[in-house]
């Protein structure tokens, strides 16, 4: 029989058998196809997988594998004659079945490509065409499988593929990286000028991207750093990774400080352009320079602090302390990290285990009365206090305040309130109970310190009867604060008016009682009328003369500076007078002190009278004295007032029936022509003083 190979055009397409190829194999089957050994000799001496099967009912059978298809599917000779479905499994052959089928009524041949099982378990990606072979006739009995093997080519397809996606999907990374940093990312040309920026960099900036790209990057350096960044940019287009920080203008002209990395853009070995990364680091270089700052100032206050500061560790041992701990226990820092314990007594609670447990869970122990051993063994008194840090080995930070002199202070002070409180209670004191300002009870000192009867004393009478006027919004106040604050040892001086109209100085303590079951307000009252007097005496004494009762030369100054003060503003004059008494000192060392010191104060006494009342007296010692003339408005009146004290002290004085005539000169210094102060003032009067004695005068003005 004559059979003429159909081979179908649609097979040409790319990637298939090549058309050329095909066309020469149908020549030469239609040629070969009477010589079956031509045939065979032609099939096995190509690489491809060759098969030849005989249409038989509704399945295939084998006649002819070629030398590749055997040996690449591992099939031996006996397959020639099998069915299809005696070869291959059933799933398979169902397939391959109903290809065949396809090309023998289309009489087209039939691509599709399969994986295809073959030798040792090793599969093969196998692109197939089933070319119908067609008789003189049109009669189709076989069909021409041919299959070429394409595992490589798949192979590399789909590692091609693989990387086409990885590069995408870096590309897509990438650009991710560039558009979600928050740093700005740009490249720039050899020249410096901007081909892309991300939307970072135009924050940082200020400029969109229309504005900044074409344009050189060097117009945004700081002209103090634009060398170091072109030296920088040369480096980079050699080649050279560079890092550096630098400051740029914003648009709207703020400066802002970066930190740049130059990446060289490298292509075939040649720089191309630069990748730049700019972080803004201004806010941070503020933070890290307040910092710094901080650092400085805590620095100085650990080295110059008065309390002790120390670092505790987990363990409970002193890590580090600053130089006033050092002093106050005597140790060095080296000394006390291994004598930590040796500071602390065995019963104090913060040498326990407990005690570093309650500062691990994160416990403040403030103002914690404790004892410290020094190392020369005197015990301190200690205020401690603990702020727990919990990181790393530092536990917590702590300060030692020494207080061993306030309780010592302290100590002494109770002992002498105990003896205080001692003496208290054996000596009688006032006592009175009262409610809403009505007094419920009064003992019997009470009753003798308000100068009323026992029957009186019993009734209810309201207390502010007894108190001054002018305390008793004072002694109001106090109440409240004792009504409210009744933990407080409050206490307040008091003026208290007697039955008979005495008034006494008292001072009160007070604290809220039950009284009958109800709320009222115990209080002491304690008669302080001498101490107060004594220490107005004492007061009065230390600015006055004791002999005449005059300022004396302190309470004078402070005087004539207020003068001087309240002068300016008015613009008035002052005057000063310097005066003394001819022939005191004969009288005194003839007639004896006595008499002397009666003469001084009924001189006095004449001042006082021959001045106004607010002219101020001073007696400077022996026989001087001192006149403050105020609010004088011109020199004519002190003359006057000069003229009437001379007059006035030149007349007799009769001292224990001594007739005496004493003479007295004096001089005169005036603010603001004489002196701005009150030294000035004096000494020029003093000056005066001694021009009057001179020159025989009553009294002259200092003259310059």
């Known amino acids: 029989m004559k059979y003429c190979f159909g081979l179908s055009e649609s097979f040409y397409e790319e990637g298939k058998i090549e058309r050329s190829y095909l066309s020469a194999m149908k020549k030469f089957l239609n040629k070969i196809a009477t010589d079956m050994h031509a ?28 030398k590749t298809g055997l040996k690449i599917l591992g099939y031996p000779d006996k397959i020639i004659g099998k069915k299809i479905e005696e070869v291959v499994t059933p799933a398979r052959a169902s397939k391959l079945i109903k290809k065949y089928r396809e090309a023998v009524v289309t009489k087209e041949t039939i691509y599709f490509e399969e994986k295809i099982q073959g030798y040792n378990d090793a599969f093969v990606m196998g692109e197939t065409s089933l070319n119908p072979i067609v008789t003189e006739d049109g009669i189709c009995e076989h069909i021409l499988a041919i299959v070429r093997d394409v595992t490589d080519r798949k192979q590399n397809e789909l590692e091609l593929k693989s990387i086409q996606k990885r590069l995408e999907k870096n590309q897509k990374r990438m650009e991710s990286l560039v558009r979600h940093n928050q740093d700005a990312v740009f490249e720039l040309d050899k020249e410096g000028n901007f081909v892309s920026i991300n939307e970072a960099g135009v924050q940082i900036i200020g400029y969109r991207k229309d504005e900044i790209i074409g344009t050189s990057s060097f117009q945004l350096i700081h002209e103090n750093d634009l060398r170091n960044v072109l030296d920088m940019f040369s480096n980079a287009l050699t080649g050279k990774t560079g890092f550096y920080e630098t400051w740029i203008r914003h648009k709207n002209g703020t400066l802002i400080l970066v930190d740049v990395k130059n990446i060289p853009i490298t292509v075939d070995g040649e720089v191309e352009g630069i990748y730049g990364i700019a972080a803004d680091i201004t806010k941070k270089r503020e933070m890290e320079t307040e910092m710094e700052r901080i650092k400085n100032e ?125 003496i208290v209670e054996l000596s009688p004191e006032a006592i009175i109970i009262f409610r809403e300002g009505v007094m419920e009870y009064i003992n019997k000192t009470g009753v003798e310190l308000l100068g009323v009867r026992k029957s009186e004393g019993d009734r209810n009478e309201a207390i502010f009867d007894y108190i001054h006027v002018e305390d008793h919004q004072l002694f109001k106040d106090f109440i409240s604060k004792v009504e409210s604050r009744p933990d407080e040892d409050l206490s307040i001086q008091l003026r208290l008016i007697r039955n008979h109209g005495e008034t006494i100085y008292t001072e009160v303590t007070a604290a809220p009682v039950d009284h009958h079951g109800k709320k009222a307000v115990q209080a002491i009252f304690r008669n302080i009328t001498d101490r107060v007097k004594q220490e107005e005496q004492l007061t009065f004494m230390a600015f006055h003369d ?159």
């Not at 820092?333 to 309650?358: C, Q, R, V, Y």
């Not at 305040?401 to 002070?413: C, E």
């Open 39 to 66: 045939f065979i000799s032609m099939f096995d001496s190509i690489e491809d997988l060759v098969f030849l099967l005989h249409a038989d009912g509704d399945s295939f059978r084998y006649e002819y594998v070629n």
């Open 298 to 422: 805590l620095q100085l206050v650990w080295d110059n602090t008065s309390d002790g500061i120390f670092l505790l560790s987990q363990e409970g041992e002193l890590l580090s302390t600053n130089p006033r701990f050092e002093k106050m226990l005597g140790y060095r820092n080296d000394e006390l990290k291994s004598h930590s314990a040796s500071i602390i007594p065995e019963d104090d609670i913060t040498g326990d285990e407990s005690f570093l447990d309650m500062l691990r869970e994160s416990n403040d122990i403030i103002n914690l009365e404790v004892k410290r051993y020094t190392k020369g063994g005197s015990v301190l008194d200690v205020l401690a206090s603990y702020r727990p840090i919990n990181k790393g080995d530092i536990l917590a930070v702590g300060m030692y305040k020494d207080i061993t002199d306030r309780v010592m202070m302290q100590k002494q002070l109770e002992e002498s309130e105990q003896r205080y409180r001692k």
């Open 546 to 704: 004791p002999l005449t009762g005059l300022m004396n030369r302190r309470a004078f100054n402070e005087a004539i500076e207020e003068a001087i003060k309240d002068a300016k503003q008015k613009d008035q004059l002052i005057a000063v007078l310097y005066m003394d008494m001819d022939n005191f000192k004969d009288i005194n060392d003839t007639l004896g002190h006595d008499v002397g010191d009666k003469l001084l104060k009924q001189f006095a006494n004449r001042l006082k009278q021959n001045v106004r009342g607010e002219d101020v007296l001073c007696r400077v010692g022996g026989d001087e004295f001192l006149v403050l003339l105020k609010n004088i408005t011109d020199r004519d009146y002190i003359v006057e007032i000069s003229d009437r004290i001379y007059d006035a002290m030149q007349e007799k004085y009769l001292i224990k029936g001594n007739e005496l005539q004493v003479t007295s000169s004096f001089g005169i210094a005036l603010y603001p022509e004489d002196g701005l102060t009150a030294r000035r003032l004096i000494h020029h009067a003093d000056v005066a003083l001694y021009t009057a004695k001179e020159q025989r005068n009553n009294y002259a003005f200092f003259s310059k």
